[in-house]
């Protein structure tokens, strides 16, 4: 299982991936990009099914990584079309195409198809999304199942390498440290922030192991095991960077937009039963995200 074609190269979860595994020169890694297409990223409509195909063609994988998707949960509940061409729709072509080859298919969910109501959730749990951002990940999930050789990997909110502050709902708390308007910031909700630089070095586990270990098939689940509010988080940013958070006040109530659970927290016992796993302390890890912002 040498040559790697991973969906939604040009993101955070996608770039902290390609560097993994072309880091171990056993890979050939090829990237599938959108927008974004600098450097070798093959430029690829997903929810186009005949570019899907001609895709394949090129790279000729021996394992596909799902990690395109619309994962913005206020803009998948106004637009439903665009959330399931990509979330849904473009998840089957690829899943039916991996069945049709032998394709072992790996497929990005979210911990957000968990309505959040009795954490922490084992990967055998029955899913409940709040919002249709979580429903449409869990299409997925079922799209992904039409491979028999396919893995679910559901992770939480994550962080790591940004080109800008606005590319991680974690990161993006930092921009509200450099502007002094008064702001609410979000104290109700539990997070889980996970490392790009983790779930990638889990699916490289994922990767070696799968030759040998049969049960590498179905949904499985990985997070960062600390817990911090929007807001924590904002304090610890304040403190990373020496800068006062006066201006931002906790927010305890439900936040607006999109409905979000309250504690989605996932079980990562599977993966850690196969001896697969990377848990990176958030301070530390998130300290080197922010350095080149640092104001």
């Known amino acids: 299982?040498?040559?790697?074609?991973?969906t939604g190269?040009?993101?955070?979860?996608?770039?902290?991936?390609?560097?993994?595994?072309?880091?171990?020169?056993?890979?050939?890694?090829?990237?599938q990009a959108f927008n974004r297409t600098q450097g070798s990223l093959i430029k690829a409509d997903l929810t186009q099914p005949e570019e899907v195909a001609k895709l394949i063609d090129i790279t000729t994988p021996d394992c596909i990584v799902h990690c395109a998707a619309e994962?913005?949960?206020?803009?998948?509940?106004?637009?439903?079309?665009?959330?399931?061409?990509?979330?849904?729709?473009a998840t089957q072509s690829l899943a039916e195409i991996c069945q049709n080859k032998g394709i072992y298919f790996i497929y990005l969910s979210t911990d957000y198809v968990f309505d959040g109501s009795k954490p922490?959730?084992?990967?055998?749990?029955?899913?409940?999304?709040?919002?249709?951002?979580?429903?449409?990940?869990?299409?997925?999930?079922?799209?992904?199942?039409?491979?028999?050789?396919?893995?679910?990997?559901?992770v939480p909110i994550l962080y790591g390498e940004v080109e800008s502050l606005e590319e991680s709902a974690v990161t993006v708390i930092a921009k509200q440290l450099l502007s002094k308007d008064p702001k609410s910031v979000d104290h109700w909700a539990l997070r889980y922030p996970t490392s790009t630089a983790d779930v990638a070095s889990v699916i490289r586990q994922i990767l070696e192991k799968r030759p040998t270990t049969e049960a590498l098939c179905g949904i499985f689940q990985w997070s960062g095991n600390e817990s911090f509010t929007k807001y924590e988080m904002a304090e610890l940013f304040g403190k990373l960077w020496g800068v006062s958070i006066d201006h931002l006040s906790p927010a305890p109530e439900t936040p607006a937009g999109a409905p979000r659970p309250q504690n989605c927290q996932l079980s990562t016992r599977k993966l850690s039963d196969l001896g697969i796993g990377?848990?990176?302390?958030f301070e530390s890890a998130i300290a080197s995200s922010l350095a080149p912002f640092k104001p």
Not at 127 to 143: D, R
């Open 1 to 6: 299982m040498n040559r790697i074609l991973i």
């Open 9 to 31: 190269a040009s993101g955070i979860l996608g770039r902290a991936l390609k560097n993994e595994l072309e880091s171990n020169t056993s890979y050939t890694v090829f990237g």
């Open 71 to 89: 994962r913005r949960p206020d803009v998948s509940e106004g637009d439903h079309d665009a959330t399931d061409a990509l979330n849904a729709h």
């Open 120 to 154: 922490p959730y084992e990967a055998e749990d029955t899913p409940n999304p709040l919002n249709y951002y979580g429903a449409s990940k869990l299409a997925g999930e079922k799209a992904a199942a039409l491979c028999e050789n396919s893995l679910t990997l559901r």
């Open 278 to 281: 990377a848990n990176t302390p």
